[in-house]
T-cell receptor, first 111, second 112 residues
Framework: DTAVSQTPKYLVTQMGNDKSIKCEQNLGHDTMYWYKQDSKKFLKIMFSYNNKELIINETVPNRFSPKSPDKAHLNLHINSLELGDSAVYFC??????????FGPGTRLTVL | GQQLNQSPQSMFIQEGEDVSMNCTSSSIFNTWLWYKQDPGEGPVLLIALYKAGELTSNGRLTAQFGITRKDSFLNISASIPSDVGIYFCAGRTSGNTGKLIFGQGTTLQVKP
């Protein structure tokens, strides 16, 4: 039962490229998130959407643009990739007091 | 900004030992969560705490929401090799969709 899925699982790309990561949840949750986990394993929220509306937008470079076409999907597009963008990006979803459930992560490596 | 201080940073223990880790904050939280992350996977929720003083168990795991609402601890009893992983505390200051702030993680290694 795939609850929160992300594609791709691994992404290796050159500096300056534009890439997208996709997330889908089949839990019927109304809130979705993007988190970034750095090389020291620190998890930091980037964005949160509730019913397709942006509700949390942390201090993230505007090269990062989330898009939620519907409640079940939250994609992340990154323009002009930089070395410092290398990290593991996690999608998560939640509903009411059901706490965030995380996807398997997308490991992004920028060369 | 809000921060959670999680300790210890890492632990290397013998199978069968009990483990304790904790999180403290200068801010008051209304929800404390404990997650475990296995290598190459996303964090998985272990325990959720909603009231000051609440003590909750999940198998060999026990967690408490501190009375001051600024701290929480997680205990693991009789550790086994599959307990290996990174344990994260996380806190939320408001509502159910408010920002979830994570601690730095405790890396647990268990020697069989």
């Amino acid at each position: 039962d795939t609850a929160v899925s992300q594609t791709p699982k691994y992404l290796v790309t050159q500096m300056g490229n534009d890439k997208s990561i996709k997330c889908e949840q089949n839990l019927g949750h109304d809130t979705m998130y993007w988190y970034k986990q750095d090389s020291k394993k620190f998890l930091k929220i980037m964005f949160s959407y509730n019913n397709k509306e942006l509700i949390i937008n942390e201090t993230v470079p505007n090269r990062f643009s989330p898009k939620s076409p519907d409640k079940a999907h939250l994609n992340l597009h990154i323009n002009s990739l930089e070395l410092g963008d290398s990290a593991v990006y996690f999608c998560a979803s939640s509903q009411g007091r059901v706490q965030p459930r995380f996807g398997p992560g997308t490991r992004l490596t920028v060369l | 900004g809000q921060q959670l201080n999680q300790s210890p940073q890492s632990m290397f223990i013998q199978e069968g030992e009990d483990v304790s880790m904790n999180c403290t904050s200068s801010s008051i939280f209304n929800t404390w969560l404990w997650y475990k992350q296995d290598p190459g996977e996303g964090p998985v929720l272990l325990i959720a705490l909603y009231k000051a003083g609440e003590l909750t168990s999940n198998g060999r795991l026990t967690a408490q929401f501190g009375i001051t609402r600024k701290d929480s601890f997680l205990n693991i009893s009789a550790s086994i090799p599959s307990d290996v992983g990174i344990y994260f505390c996380a806190g939320r200051t408001s509502g159910n969709t408010g920002k979830l702030i994570f601690g730095q993680g405790t890396t647990l290694q268990v020697k069989p």
